[in-house]
């Protein structure tokens, strides 16, 4: 197993530090798989949480291929996580030479692990119910787009300070080494499949989702008294989990038993999601919606929990309306500040406002009781926006447009900063297009409540100048992108330039290590495409049989473009050239019959062209006749010893039928007892030496 943390350790960031556009300001934490940051982006004056991977690529063979595997997982989570709320947004994959890095949506508040460590009372089954249901929902949502978790654990599941609930670091396996050694947190919530070669299953992410509500619905106390052979002994407690999971003898007391407040039902279901064999868990995230949904409805009538996951023996009371098809929690909150209290007992209001009706009220202090709840809920809204809190104001200000059409100016105004909300938000995402349409709604509709308290005309205004300065710029990016991409290198440069010189005092810092970025890449593509231009010459020249005058264009262009495409032409080129000229002297070689001087050019040849069978056999033959050759030397000189161990390795080389011949007689003679002169009757004397020598 390796340590995940040495692969994080290069990174040595500290709070100031930049990381592209972001500031790092603080550290989060470290984790089995990757270390976390909370960062800024001070142009938009916005958090981000930035995860360094415990990846190291720089002993790994097939970087590249790593990489763009990376990026294809960034690319698939990022367009997964975008598409619920349950779903901690990933925003994108950086690449540093300090490290992989995603970016992700920063959430203020905490984690279900760390409110379960300071409730440790067990958890309302309808609140938990809730939670489930919302877990459900995003499970259901990656499984859907092809993603498993394989790392549910209540550290990975956040309560947003605002309500809510988010799960994070959802197939964080898929960018790590698969031999990083898993947490105690991680172990203690994995399905026992996981722990061999199963290939991911979304079932694996179901039995932890079990054991996360055995662990809610129990509490602290019963969950170690239900898995006391576990925790009892604190030593190796990660491969007790292991050895627990994987036995499939040991079970835990079923909840209703455990809790008597837990209806049987929820037991079960439970004890479904932990079923240690794959084919008799729940099989589908969608498949457990449908249960929740079917036996657990909560009746709008009971109570719902107000700020936090209420529990068996203090449960929250706040009034709300009947529980939706698709579950939905609010959730603990870090602080109970009086802002946020108000906004709860606001939004308690305008629930009943909207039951009732205005138009059913029947007295004028029923309606002027309505309009001041009315009031204090827009004054929240507003407070939300003030502190750019723009996806809580959002829904805040459409309720009271809503509620209140009849007011003209209330209802306007609301609609006003409704649009000013979705402005800011997609001004922040970048979509300045689309941010000046709202703006510009927002503007057209504050004309009839210009004179209503509140409505700061010129900061909207200023917005718009803003927003429409903002999308020229990006316009003008997009135009000099277009001609780097028709490769009009010069016309992107001079584009560039005047927006430079024009646009200096306007442009935001982002702005301009973007137009600075697009200069290198001018300066950088304008060189490639001559290099590619010298490439396309070369080979034209080479494939016109002007190899030699190919080369010494590359050797000059070379002087110019120091350039490795360049180098390895010019050696291929010199290589071909080389097997060529090998290859002539092999044959002429062979012509001529000096078969050492042809043994020396096949030797050469193949040197360069190392895989090659056909000559690599060719070089075998010359070897044999040249060894022939030596034997018949010999033979002529009398040195028969020497003649016969030539021949020997002339048909070791090759098929060689002289030699053959000339050994085959040499047997004959001497099993006859003659000397090789006297033995002129031997069959095959005629093809001795030509015919010229015996032996």
Same mark, same amino acid.
């Given at each position: 197993m390796t340590n995940p943390v040495s692969n994080l350790a290069d990174a040595n960031l500290q709070p100031g530090d930049k990381l592209d556009k972001y500031e790092i300001v603080s550290a989060l934490g470290v984790g089995g798989m990757s270390r976390v940051w909370k960062a800024v982006d001070r142009l938009l004056d916005k958090p981000i949480a930035i995860k360094q991977l415990a990846v190291d690529f720089r002993n790994a063979s097939n970087q590249e291929a790593l990489r763009e595997r990376f990026r294809k997982e960034a690319e698939l989570h990022k367009k997964i996580s975008g598409s619920h709320k349950h779903l901690v947004r990933v925003i994108d994959l950086l690449e540093d030479p300090r490290g992989l890095f995603l970016l992700m949506e920063y959430v203020e508040g905490q984690s279900l692990e760390s409110y379960l460590a300071k409730h440790p009372q067990p958890v309302d089954p309808k609140v938990a119910l809730l939670i489930l249901g919302s877990i459900a929902q995003a499970l259901a949502v990656l499984h859907e787009g092809g993603v498993v978790h394989r790392d549910l654990k209540p550290a990975n599941i956040l309560l947003p300070k605002a309500g809510g609930l988010k799960v994070c670091d959802f197939g964080l396996s898929a960018f790590v080494d698969e031999q990083v050694t898993p947490e105690l947190g991680t172990v203690r919530y994995m399905a026992p499949e996981c722990f061999g070669e199963a290939p991911a299953d979304p079932r694996n992410d179901l039995y932890s989702l079990g054991m996360i509500a055995y662990q809610m619905l129990a509490g602290e106390e019963k969950f170690n008294e239900a898995f006391k052979t576990v925790v009892r002994d604190q030593r190796n407690q990660a491969l007790r989990w292991m050895k627990w999971h994987t036995n499939a003898r040991a079970t835990v007391e079923p909840l209703h038993q455990l809790v008597p407040a837990i209806p049987p039902a929820l037991s079960e279901l439970v004890a479904r999601l932990m079923n240690k064999e794959l084919s008799g868990r729940i099989s589908t995230a969608n498949e457990l919606l449908a249960a929740i949904r079917r036996h657990f409805q909560v009746p709008g009538s009971e109570s719902a929990p107000a700020t936090g996951p209420a529990t068996s023996s203090t449960a929250a009371t706040a009034p709300k309306p009947e529980v939706s098809a698709e579950p939905t929690v609010a959730l603990p909150t870090r602080s109970r500040k009086p802002l946020y209290i108000s906004l709860v007992v606001a939004a308690v209001i305008l629930v009943g406002l909207g039951a009732w009706g205005v138009s059913s009220m029947n007295s004028a202090k029923e309606v002027r009781l309505a309009r001041e709840a009315a009031q204090q809920e827009y004054s929240a809204a507003l407070a939300q926006f003030k502190e750019g809190n723009y996806d809580q104001a959002l829904p805040m200000f459409e309720k009271i447009a809503k509620d209140w059409s009849s007011d003209q100016r209330l209802s306007s105004f609301s609609k006003a900063h409704a649009r000013m909300a979705e402005a800011e938000?997609?001004?922040?995402?970048?979509?300045?297009?689309? /941010?000046? #349409?709202?703006?510009?709604? +927002? =503007?057209?509709? *504050?004309?009839?409540? @210009?004179?209503? !308290?509140?409505?700061?005309?010129?900061?909207?205004?200023?917005?718009?100048?803003?927003?429409?300065?903002?999308?020229?710029?990006?316009?003008?990016?997009?135009?000099?992108?277009?001609?780097?991409?028709?490769?009009?290198?010069?016309?992107?440069?001079?584009?560039?330039?005047?927006?430079?010189?024009?646009?200096?005092?306007?442009?935001?810092?982002?702005?301009?290590?973007?137009?600075?970025?697009?200069?290198?890449?001018?300066?950088?593509?304008?060189?490639?495409?001559?290099?590619?231009?010298?490439?396309?010459?070369?080979?034209?020249?080479?494939?016109?049989?002007?190899?030699?005058?190919?080369?010494?264009?590359?050797?000059?262009?070379?002087?110019?473009?120091?350039?490795?495409?360049?180098?390895?032409?010019?050696?291929?080129?010199?290589?071909?050239?080389?097997?060529?000229? /090998?290859? #002539?002297?092999?044959?002429? +070689? =062979?012509?001529? *019959?000096?078969?050492? @001087?042809?043994? !020396?050019?096949?030797?050469?040849?193949?040197?360069?062209?190392?895989?090659?069978?056909?000559?690599?056999?060719?070089?075998?033959?010359?070897?044999?006749?040249?060894?022939?050759?030596?034997?018949?030397?010999?033979?002529q000189d009398g040195d028969l010893s020497s003649a016969r161990a030539a021949y020997l390795e002339a048909t070791g080389l090759a098929e060689n039928k002289p030699a053959s011949d000339a050994l085959a007689r040499d047997h004959h003679c001497r099993s006859a007892g003659k000397s090789a002169q006297g033995c002129g009757g031997c069959p095959g004397t005629e093809q001795l030496g030509g015919g010229d020598s015996s032996f």
């Open positions: 938000t997609l001004y922040a995402q970048g979509e300045f297009a689309q /941010a000046e #349409a709202k703006f510009q709604e +927002a =503007e057209d509709i *504050g004309r009839v409540v @210009e004179n209503y !308290a509140g409505l700061d005309r010129d900061h909207l205004q200023k917005r718009l100048r803003e927003v429409r300065t903002r999308q020229s710029i990006t316009n003008i990016v997009s135009e000099i992108e277009g001609l780097i991409r028709e490769e009009k290198f010069a016309d992107a440069r001079e584009r560039l330039q005047r927006t430079l010189r024009v646009s200096a005092q306007t442009l935001l810092p982002e702005e301009s290590a973007k137009l600075q970025e697009l200069g290198t890449r001018i300066e950088g593509q304008e060189r490639q495409s001559q290099i590619d231009g010298v490439l396309e010459r070369a080979r034209e020249l080479a494939a016109a049989g002007q190899r030699e005058q190919a080369l010494a264009f590359l050797d000059a262009s070379l002087k110019r473009f120091p350039n490795r495409d360049l180098q390895q032409l010019s050696t291929l080129f010199r290589k071909e050239m080389d097997m060529d000229k /090998a290859m #002539a002297d092999l044959a002429a +070689a =062979e012509t001529a *019959g000096k078969w050492p @001087e042809a043994a !020396a050019a096949a030797r050469k040849a193949l040197q360069l062209k190392r895989d090659d069978a056909e000559l690599r056999q060719r070089l075998s033959h010359v070897l044999s006749r040249a060894a022939y050759e030596r034997g018949r030397k010999h033979e």
